[in-house]
């Protein structure tokens, strides 16, 4: 079974007042007070500026959206993530916006820690969120994002 994830994250709030100039955006509530907007084809659409992808290496990321993230970081930090699952073998890449520019990343390999696990790149920018963890589990887990597996489910169950 996959995991694929194209999504922005940040504070509950922070992305519901953003989402509003997006047609067709869900937010979706995580944990710990931070929510998705899923990159739905129709979002994907409605942020594009038409030009091709930019230099950060996404592979969703909609032409010229990295604009539109800097701007809404002006009210607090905000998130890009992809995950791209299969078998237990697979990718991560994200970016954080703060203050109105680029803060962290892009990041597309985990963080070595010594003496403990990597810290991979979503957990990364879960951190700088102000995601915190419990022992056992990471960013990723303690804000759910385990949850669904595909933009498909997180929107599925943002109507229930």
């Known amino acids: 079974m996959g995991y694929e994830l194209e999504a922005v994250i940040a504070a ?15 937010v979706v509530p995580l944990q710990q007070g931070l929510s998705l907007m899923p990159i739905t084809d129709e979002v994907f659409d409605a942020v ?14 909609p032409g ?10 002006s009210a607090g930090p905000i998130a890009y993530v992809e995950a791209e699952y299969f078998g237990g073998v ?12 680029l803060a962290l990343g892009p990041l597309d390999k985990p963080e070595k820690k ?3 696990r990597a810290v991979s790149p979503i957990s990364q920018a879960l951190r700088r969120l102000g995601a915190r963890k419990s022992l056992g589990e990471d960013e990723f887990d ?9 933009n498909e489910d997180w929107i599925s169950s943002s109507t229930g």
């Open 142 to 150: 303690a804000v759910g994002l385990y949850r669904h597996r595909s």
């Open 48 to 61: 594009t500026d038409g030009s091709d992808v930019g230099d950060l290496g996404f592979w969703k990321l």
């Open 64 to 73: 010229g959206f990295e604009t539109v993230l800097a701007r809404w970081s």
């Open 90 to 101: 697979g990718e991560q890449r994200t970016a954080v916006w703060a203050d109105g520019s």
């Open 12 to 26: 509950e709030e922070l992305l519901r007042v953003a989402s509003r100039e997006v047609p067709g955006a869900r």
């Open 114 to 116: 010594r003496f403990w």
